[in-house]
Every structure is written in structure tokens, then in C-alpha cells.
């Protein structure tokens, strides 16, 4: 074995957590919402008091995201908004910064948090001169991106984007759900905060709905204060969840790797469908974002892409005509979904009335470019 565990390691042992007590070697789920203490008052070997604080059951999952990212520290929401919003909330009092076309959910959020819109400004990924521009002007407090981004797979340099952040003395908080801690690990280039949907392809079974955030090595005042705020607002995670998310983690090196094999074929397929006009996938040479997810990038490009054809009702008739892949939203899982993104965003998100987001799940490969094929026919 290595010094340190590889990620296909760390999350096929559960990060070395076994059952203890019996030898099982699968965790038991924790579910006792309080815990006894002894005749001198004094806590359980655990530490635990109530559930709403921890649990073992929370904590070994963390335990596995946090070392699949390199170290540190990962506490656990009950979903990936969640998590954005326990980050978020710290900041909602000064200027934000967003990256433009983010993921909808985050970009709401922040809408609705920051109540002053002179407050909340927004800058494109593949464009650090203005994010410079932004940071400079109104030093935001915090500066949230995501690469790939959901759902038009924009790519931003993590590294350009800490080293401008930086200096202009904020917090750079990374999605990195579609990347998954496979393929980019945020904290050693530079982010202070990683957050994932562990709804999406860190559990990948459409079965939990959860979030997560990361600590970076330094500047951690903002993860500490989004920790605290979990027990205080009660927004703590089920043990089940918390348990099926560790026992979906231990494929996730395969699954990712699966996924992005599958993406990266299907996005050159597409590529050269006459019906096609566009395919955003950052694994494609022509993707304006390849360079540097190539670069930040290892071991593929995520099971993530979106494609254009004509306009919308071509694209409904497409979702409509495809047999395997299901119509759903939601992404990671292993089972592959479309979604037509422009029918449930709103219009100023501009969201290209053709576009189809295609997750890509586990499925024979050949299987799922059939079915696009007889759905594009
Ligand atoms: C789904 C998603 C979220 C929100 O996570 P939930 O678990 O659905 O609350 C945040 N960011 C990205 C990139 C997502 O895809």
C-alpha cells in the first residue's frame, strides 16, 4: 500500500471504519437520538450528547469525504443547498460573488439570502478578468464557483481563481459535484470551502439526499462557523442516509470512472450527429474550457454533459423518444437521466432552448449511444 491510501481505497474500506463492537466489517447505523451518561454524570466514550449535534454513524461518512479530499475536515447536511446555504448565510451580511450559471439552486440562494442586489455580484468562468474586476471593486466576502458547472459544463481554473480570491482577502468555496473527488481535488488548489450534492455521484444511487462541506487547510473561520450553524439551526442528517452514503461511496472510484468513459464516448458520438449542433462536454478537445480541465482534471472529465439540438421541441421530442434513459432530474446516480433544463429554469437564466443534460450513469455504453441514436433518429 502507499503512505497515504489512494481515493479508490479510501472509499472502497469506508476509510477503515468497521463495526467494532461485533468485528462486523460493515459499520452498524447509529440511531439512538440521545446517549446515556454514568453515575458521574460524565458522556459516553462516544463524546455524544444528542443526535442533532453528531453521531457516529455522520461522523464516519465524513470521514470518508474528507480523506477522499485530501484531509481535513467534511461536516454533513441534509442536503447539498443545505450545505451551500449553512456556507452562504456566514457571508449573506457583505458582498458575494457568484459564478454566472451555477448551478440554479445556488444561484437562488444566494438571491435570497443577500437581501441587498447591490450586493450580489456575478462574474463568467471563463472570464478571471472579471472576476479580478468584481473581487476588486467590492472585495465579496465570499466567491462561490463550480467546474464543471451544472448544467453548461463551464470550467474555471481553481488555482487562477484561489490566487485572485486570495488576494483581495476572501473565501473561494468550490462545487465540486460534478467533478466528484475522483477527478479534482479543490483544497490542494487552492479552495477554502468544497462543497458537494452527496445526492448526486458521491452516493449515486438516487437513494440520499445529502450535502457536504470540505475545510481547506487555512482560512477555515467560514467552515467552522457553517459547522456550528448546523446544530443550531437542527439541520443535521439522517444515520440511515448518512450510512447509505458511506456504503454507495465504496464504488464511487469505479462508478466515476465508469461514468466518465461512457460521458467521453457519448459526448464524441453526439459530436459528430448531424442533429446535433453543440455538445458541452469539458472532455472535448474543442470545449473552450479543455486546457484547464485537462489540467485540474484527472482520470477523466465527469459523467456530466449537455447537448443542443434545434430548438425546444426538438429537444422535448428527443427526451421524449428515449426508452433507457430515464426523464428526471438529478445527476450521478447509475442509471443515466435527461433533462430539458429550460423547462424548469427560469428565462433569465438563459439556458439554450435545445439544450438536453444527459447524466451519464453506469449502463453498457453501447446500450445508451442505441438509444440516443434511435431518439435523435
Ligand atoms: C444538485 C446540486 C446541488 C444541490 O444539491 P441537493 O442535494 O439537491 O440539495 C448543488 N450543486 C450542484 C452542482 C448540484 O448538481
Redesign the pocket.
Known sequence: MTDKPLPATIAATAAGHTNTATGGVVSAIETATTFVRDADYRLPASGDIYRRDNNQTVREAEAVIAALEGGSEAVLF???????AAAMRVHAGGHVAVQRG??Y??ERLASELVTDPARLHFFDAGDLAGLEAVCAAHRPGLVAI?TP??PLLTVISIEAAAAIVHRHGGILMV????ATPIHTRPRALGADIV??????ALNGHSDV???VLVAGSERRETFEAAKASRALTGAMVSPFDAWLLTRGMRTLALRAMAMSRSALHIAHVLDAHPKVTRVHYPGLPTHPGHAVAAAQMEGGFGG?LSFEVENAAAALAVAGRVSLIKRAT???GVESMIEHRASIEPAHRAIPPGLLRLSVGIEAVDDLVADLAQALA
Open positions: 441534509p442536503s447539498g443547498i443545505a450545505a451551500l451555477a448551478y439552486g445556488t463550480e458547472s451544472n462545487d465540486s459535484t460534478a462543497v458537494h450534492s452527496a445526492t448526486k439526499l445529502a450535502g456530466l438529478s445527476l450521478g
